[in-house]
């Protein structure tokens, strides 16, 4: 019954907005209505000031996003006020996301055949389907465009693994990386640690941050942290203490009820329920090491020439049923730790040991070559890129 009556008023909306013309609208959206990150909060940012004759809006319900976007002079649609939202939505033109659905309320964007672009949210050697998903019936064969960061992963990704129409595949970059191209500006933010002392407000001024970001398994997995040899919470906490490092993580977002949460004066759990508006791209210009495994995160950080750890327990696991596009361990710009002391060590080595990359620099270029944004103007190549077929 209650499909039946979501059907019902789809239909009638259908009808009634039938008369709606498009406009110069342009709509972006991030993986859900109330986050702010990945490539399309940039690429607002930047379109809302720079490019003409269009009007740009992003979609979300969080209070602490709409503040902030009032206080910048953004505009957004939110179902608190559902006429716009409804109208906005049939007006536009264009709809971005960097996942693989779209805004599309009451299936309107699919009605009004709106165009529809995906920025994607980052590339790794792991950017692959898993083994058991069809590319054919996956979310991005609905997207009208679907952009890579250049040319090789347009071929390993798009078409190889996606078996996407090499005419639906843009390579315009990564606008989530376009910070990393600028010295000035990262120079001032590892100074200022900005974002470090907004989640911990006793973060010293001369501390040392490091970011751990586990990405998503396909099967049931604890934090891989807990999962060194001679792991613990507490040991690890006082390691940190003494050497004033403050270790920051966080947890994929399909992970929606994750265990093995800690928290102590020196490690701090990244909340998004809490931190509406933390993105990681954001935080990685102030971080002095990323502890990863096999996350997209580490292709972006390689652009930033800084020192990263690898905690990867279940590497022949995660091989077997998720896998890679090419072997992974030409790839792997750090140290792998399978010990608690090992991570003691190596973060120690990373931080304050200046010839720590030295054994890693290939790797680190095989990323930045293969799969990064190789320059800082991406949200350039996207405005290019709708004017000359949109405007």
Same mark, same amino acid.
């Given at each position: 019954m209650k499909n039946l009556i979501k059907k019902c008023i789809q239909y009638i909306l259908q009808i009634l907005l039938l008369p709606v013309r498009k406009k110069n609208i342009i709509i972006l959206s991030s993986i859900d209505s109330i986050s702010y990150?990945?490539?399309? @909060?940039?690429?607002?940012? *930047?379109?809302?000031?720079? +490019? &003409?004759?269009?009007? /740009?809006? *992003? !979609?979300?319900?969080?209070?602490?996003?709409?503040? *902030? +976007?009032?206080?910048?002079?953004?505009?957004? =649609?939110?179902?608190?006020?559902? +006429?716009?939202?409804?109208?906005?939505?049939?007006?536009?033109?264009?709809?971005?996301?960097?996942?693989?659905?779209?805004?599309? %309320?009451?299936?309107?964007?699919?009605?009004?055949?709106?165009?529809?672009?995906?920025?994607?949210? $980052?590339?790794?050697?792991?950017?692959?389907?898993?083994?058991?998903?069809? %590319?054919?019936?996956? $979310?991005? &064969?609905?997207?009208?465009? =679907?952009?890579?960061?250049?040319?090789?992963?347009?071929?390993?990704? $798009?078409?190889?693994?996606?078996?996407?129409?090499?005419?639906?595949?843009?390579?315009?970059?990564?606008?989530?990386?376009? &910070? #990393?191209?600028?010295?000035?500006?990262?120079?001032? @933010?590892?100074?200022?640690? /900005? !974002?470090?002392?907004?989640?911990?407000?006793? #973060?010293?001024?001369? $501390?040392?941050? /490091?970011?751990?970001? %586990?990405?998503?398994?396909?099967?049931?997995?604890?934090? %891989?942290?807990?999962?060194?040899d001679n792991f613990s919470w507490d040991k690890f906490n006082r390691y940190l203490s003494k050497e004033n490092i403050f270790f920051y993580y966080s947890f994929h977002s399909n992970i929606t009820n994750p265990n093995n949460i800690y928290e102590s004066s020196n490690i701090k759990l990244i909340d998004n329920s809490k931190y509406r508006l933390y993105d990681t791209n954001y935080f990685m210009c102030e971080v002095d090491c990323l502890i990863n495994d096999y996350s997209n995160t580490h292709s972006d950080f390689s652009i930033l020439e800084k020192p990263q750890i690898y905690v990867i327990p279940d590497y022949f696991d995660y091989n077997k049923e998720q896998g890679f596009l090419e072997s992974y361990h030409q790839f792997i710009a750090g140290d792998v730790v399978k010990s608690l002391d090992e991570l003691h060590q190596s973060i120690s080595a990373a931080i304050y040991n200046p010839n720590y990359r030295e054994s890693y620099k290939e790797f680190e270029s095989n990323l930045v070559n293969k799969y990064s944004s190789k320059n800082g103007n991406s949200c350039h190549n996207y405005k290019i890129f709708l004017e000359s077929n949109f405007d």
């Open positions: 990150k990945t490539n399309t @909060r940039y690429l607002f940012e *930047y379109l809302s000031e720079n +490019l &003409q004759n269009f009007n /740009v809006y *992003y !979609v979300t319900e969080s209070r602490d996003i709409k503040k *902030y +976007l009032d206080n910048k002079n953004l505009k957004y =649609i939110s179902k608190k006020n559902i +006429l716009k939202y409804i109208y906005i939505s049939a007006s536009a033109k264009i709809v971005i996301n960097s996942g693989d659905a779209y805004h599309n %309320p009451f299936k309107i964007s699919d009605f009004k055949n709106i165009t529809k672009i995906c920025t994607m949210h $980052g590339n790794s050697p792991k950017t692959k389907l898993p083994k058991n998903i069809d %590319p054919i019936h996956t $979310g991005y &064969q609905k997207f009208d465009y =679907i952009c890579f960061n250049n040319e090789y992963l347009r071929d390993i990704i $798009g078409i190889d693994n996606f078996k996407l129409d090499k005419s639906k595949i843009l390579t315009l970059g990564s606008p989530q990386c376009d &910070q #990393f191209y600028k010295k000035n500006y990262l120079h001032d @933010r590892m100074k200022r640690k /900005v !974002v470090s002392k907004i989640l911990n407000m006793n #973060f010293p001024n001369d $501390g040392k941050t /490091v970011l751990y970001t %586990p990405t998503w398994r396909p099967y049931k997995y604890p934090n %891989p942290l807990t999962k060194l």
